[in-house]
């Protein structure tokens, strides 16, 4: 059993709304194009996390057999209870069990900065057919201006997460968040250095801005309470982290304030008061395919 991610970097709640709102069908044109994947039979996502792209794969693909994989245990039962139609696997992503040659796409998404270059692609070129799809998406640096609301932030709470941060840090590193990093012409290199050709990139964005008009009052509280949940995913992962330098006082305390001020932001959507705060992300898709 493995639950590092979910227990000290990610937690379910955060993961699984966050990937729902930029894998809404609302975009699935956008993303469908830069695949180019139309007539692959089958497909593996590798680090699927709680399974919302693997779902958005199985909807807009149906022809296609669609399955996730991540190594983290929690993941993978959530992502089964919740699409109990798609198979979910419990694997490692640098030693894949599956045979060779056993899919025409594979497709990651923020994974490629966690892992070695060689075993991250090195196990998709084993497990993909001769003229499989490698798609490899990467989060890049978007757009994002917080309500006033939302970014207040007490001498309190400045003060805790002083105190943890050296901690805190020391957990990313130990469990290697981002430890390859690569720039927008590195990746396509590091692509064809291991094998891959045709390579193409593409960049996707995807506004998630509440006030605009094109958002139901639903999608804009999704949205909002998308970033509640990733505000609160850093507490939970902090409570978790720090043992005793923070008390459980301290942890409610601090979540109390993060839902006050995520309640006013709803409460000023709510009177029509709009503050245009902007969430702009930017994916790059990388796609190569196996020689």
């Known amino acids: 059993m493995n639950t590092v991610w979910s227990t000290y970097i990610q937690k379910i709640p955060t993961l699984y709304l966050t990937r729902s709102l930029r894998f809404s069908d609302r975009y699935k044109e956008k993303y469908m194009t830069a695949f180019a994947i139309d007539s692959q039979k089958s497909l593996l996502e590798i680090g699927c996390g709680p399974g919302a792209l693997t779902e958005a794969l199985a909807r807009w693909y149906p022809e296609m057999q669609v399955c996730g ?4 245990t929690n993941f993978i039962r959530f992502a089964r209870e919740k699409a109990p139609n798609i198979p979910f696997f419990e694997e490692d992503a640098t030693k894949l069990s599956f045979a060779d040659e056993s ?7 923020t994974v490629s900065e966690h892992i070695e270059p060689s075993a991250f692609y090195g196990e998709q070129y084993r497990v993909l057919k001769h003229g499989g799809v490698c798609l490899v998406l990467s989060g890049r640096r978007g757009i994002v201006h917080n309500a006033p609301c939302v ?8 003060e805790i997460w002083s105190r943890v941060s050296a901690v805190c840090e020391e957990m990313d590193r130990k469990n290697a968040v981002c430890a390859y990093p690569m720039n927008e012409m590195e990746m396509p290199k590091a692509m064809e ?10 960049y996707l964005t995807v506004n998630l801005t509440p006030d605009h008009p094109c958002f139901s009052r639903e999608e804009a509280f999704a949205i909002i309470e998308s970033h509640r949940a990733s505000a609160l995913n850093g507490i939970g992962i902090m409570k978790d982290t720090v043992g005793n330098m923070v008390s459980a006082d301290e942890i409610a305390e601090m979540e109390r304030l993060t839902n006050a001020r995520y309640d006013k932001r709803i409460a000023l959507y709510d009177a029509g008061i709009k503050q245009w705060d902007t969430y702009m992300s930017l ?3 990388l796609r190569g395919v196996k020689r």
Do not use: A, L, Q, W
Not at 69 to 72: A, Q, T
């Open 69 to 72: 994989c991540d190594r983290d």
């Open 103 to 109: 899919f025409e796409v594979t497709i990651s998404n």
């Open 151 to 158: 970014s207040e932030t007490s001498e309190f709470e400045k």
């Open 193 to 202: 250095r291991h094998g891959f050709h045709d390579i193409s990139t593409e």
């Open 283 to 285: 994916t790059m898709v």
